[in-house]
C-alpha cells in the first residue's frame, strides 16, 4: 500500500455528511472547509447569508461539495428548523461540529438574566438539540462523530469567564455524557478547546495589542492561534483514525494551558 493509499483510508471522509455551525467564520469555516476538502460533503449553519454564501462559494471553487443553511441557534424552534433543513440537503449528517458561539462578557455582578439565557441557548442548548436530532440516527447507522468546539473557560476562569465560561463547561460535560450513550455504537464525542484564536469571536481581545502578545507570550509556540490550526485535529476526530477516541478534550492551544 502506497503512503497516498494509507492515509486516505486512515482519514479520508468521503461519502460522509457533515453539518458544521458557526461554519461561515473563524474555527467553524476552516473546520467546514478541511471536512469538504477531506472529502465530506457538508453543509455549514450560521445567521448570515452573506458570509454563508462567501464560504460556500469559495470551497465549491474549490471542487468540495459544500451548501449552506441561514437560521438562529438562539431558540429551540429555531435550531429545529435548521436542523431538519440541514439533514433535506444532502442526506442525515454523520459528524455534527457544533463551532456556533456567543461571546457575552459582562463582569459577574452585572450578569442578566438576558445574557445568561443567550449565552446558554447558543453555546449549550442547542449543541444539545442537535446531537439530540442527530446522534440516535448515527448510533443506528454505526457511525458518528460529534466535535464540540469549547474554550480555556471550561477548565479555567480568566478575562471574567461569567456566563460564557459556564457554558463551555456543561459543553465538555454533554460530551462526556453523549460518548457515554452513544459511543457503544460507534459514535465519538469529543471537544477541540482552543487558545487565544485571532477570530471575530475574540474581536474585543483582539484589538488591544498588549492584551494579544501577553497572551501569545502564555504559549509555548510564541504566538496566538489562527483558524487554520483546527484543521488538522478536526479532520482526525472526524475519521476513522479517532474510532478509539471519544469523550476527550483535545487541546489545540500551542501550549497555553500547560505552560
Known amino acids: 500500500m502506497t ?3 494509507y492515509l486516505s ?26 471536512l469538504a476538502r477531506a472529502g465530506a460533503r457538508v453543509v455549514v449553519v450560521a445567521r448570515g447569508k452573506e458570509q454563508l454564501a462567501d464560504t460556500v462559494s469559495e470551497l ?3 471542487g468540495a461539495q459544500v451548501s449552506y443553511v441561514a437560521g438562529d441557534l438562539g431558540s429551540r424552534a429555531g435550531v429545529r428548523a435548521v436542523a431538519e433543513e440541514a439533514a433535506g440537503v444532502f442526506g ?3 459528524i455534527l461540529v457544533n463551532s456556533a458561539g456567543i461571546n457575552l462578557r459582562p463582569p459577574m455582578g ?21 446531537g439530540q436530532r442527530f446522534g440516535p440516527g448515527m448510533a443506528e447507522r454505526g457511525f458518528g462523530r460529534i466535535i464540540h468546539v469549547t474554550s480555556q473557560q471550561a477548565h479555567r476562569a480568566f478575562v471574567q469567564s461569567g456566563a ?14 453523549q460518548a457515554e450513550a452513544w459511543s457503544p455504537y460507534g459514535v465519538t464525542v469529543n471537544t477541540l478547546v482552543p487558545g487565544f484564536v485571532m477570530t471575530p469571536l475574540n474581536e474585543r ?8 502578545a501577553a497572551l501569545a507570550a502564555r504559549t509555548m509556540t510564541g504566538r496566538n492561534g489562527l483558524a487554520e490550526d483546527f484543521e488538522g485535529a478536526a479532520v482526525f476526530l472526524a475519521s476513522r483514525a479517532s474510532a478509539y477516541v471519544t469523550g476527550q478534550s ?7 494551558s500547560v505552560h
Open 3 to 5: 503512503s497516498q493509499a
Open 110 to 130: 452585572e450578569l442578566g438574566e438576558d445574557v445568561w439565557d443567550t449565552t446558554l441557548a447558543v453555546n449549550l442548548e442547542a449543541p444539545f438539540l442537535l
Open 250 to 256: 483535545l487541546f489545540v492551544d500551542g501550549g497555553l
Open 60 to 62: 465549491t471553487a474549490q
Open 205 to 212: 481581545l483582539a484589538s488591544d495589542p498588549e492584551k494579544v
Open 92 to 94: 442525515e449528517p454523520d
Open 164 to 177: 460564557y465560561g459556564v457554558s463551555k463547561g456543561a459543553l465538555e460535560s454533554l460530551a462526556r455524557s
Open 9 to 34: 483510508d486512515l482519514f479520508s471522509l468521503d461519502g460522509r455528511t457533515a453539518l458544521v455551525t458557526g461554519g461561515s467564520s473563524g474555527i467553524g469555516r476552516a473546520v467546514a472547509g478541511a
